[in-house]
């Protein structure tokens, strides 16, 4: 069972185009990680969330925690080429120490 | 500088040979973990450890077995690989919650093991 679910597994815009990817759960988790995987390269980490109801922004990046800390979403304004990369959703539920990550975002930004 | 290494980068064996994918940090984490990368399926986490000798399942367990005996290193070792372990591993550390660490894992370059 996926506990992490993360829309949409796809994503091809133009550059210049702003695009939310969605990460969502049943479960609360007591903080959650938006981590951007390159090919061949392990995840690296954009960001982490621990309050519900959090919003962080990174230039041009926000991400925001559910209030209730089940959901996160990652807001990218003005794509660009760069943006390019496996977006990932991690946490671990509260009390626990098992991670869990959702499947992913493969974005693509065209020129 | 901060980083967390393993070792090999590649490996192809076949099955039944025993293997040993090694990984070591220089941050002085408490917190190590075990993940596999498959098409489809996402990061799943294999095994973590707490501590130095102090170690629990994670989801993908079977197959496996790590060992904790020194705070920097958590190898990964698979007594009789199959087929089926074919798949992108990742190591990462992060600081103890208890600590102050707030579940931010730095993750190794990955190691893309084949099982013939």
């Known amino acids: 069972t996926q506990l992490l679910e993360q829309s949409p597994q796809f994503l091809s815009i133009q550059e210049g185009e702003n695009l939310t990817v969605y990460c969502n759960s049943s479960?609360?988790?007591?903080?959650l990680q938006w981590y951007r995987q390159e090919p061949g390269e392990g995840p690296v980490l954009l960001v982490t969330?621990?309050?519900?109801?959090e919003v962080k922004k990174l230039k041009r990046l926000t991400f925001q925690f559910g209030d209730a800390r089940k959901d996160s979403s990652l807001h990218i304004t003005a794509a660009q080429p760069g943006d390019t990369g496996l977006y990932l959703c991690?946490?671990?539920?509260?009390?626990?120490?098992?991670?869990?990550f959702g499947t992913g975002t493969r974005l693509k930004v065209l020129a | 500088e901060a980083q967390v290494t393993q070792n090999p980068r590649y490996l192809i064996t076949v099955t039944g040979k025993k293997l040993t994918v090694t990984c070591s940090q220089n941050m002085n984490h408490e917190y190590m973990s075990w993940y596999r990368q498959d098409p489809g399926l996402g990061l799943r986490q294999i095994y973590y450890s707490m501590n130095v000798e102090v170690t629990d399942k994670g989801d993908v367990p079977e197959g496996y077995k790590v060992s904790r005996k020194e705070k920097r290193n958590f190898p990964l070792i698979l007594e009789s690989p199959s087929p089926n372990q074919t798949s992108l591993y990742f190591c990462a550390s992060s600081l103890s919650r208890l600590k102050g660490g707030t579940d931010t894992q730095y993750f190794g370059p990955g190691t893309r093991l084949t099982v013939l």
């Open positions: 969330v621990v309050t519900g109801g």
């Open positions: 479960s609360v988790f007591s903080s």
């Open positions: 991690a946490g671990a539920r509260t009390g626990t120490y098992k991670y869990i």
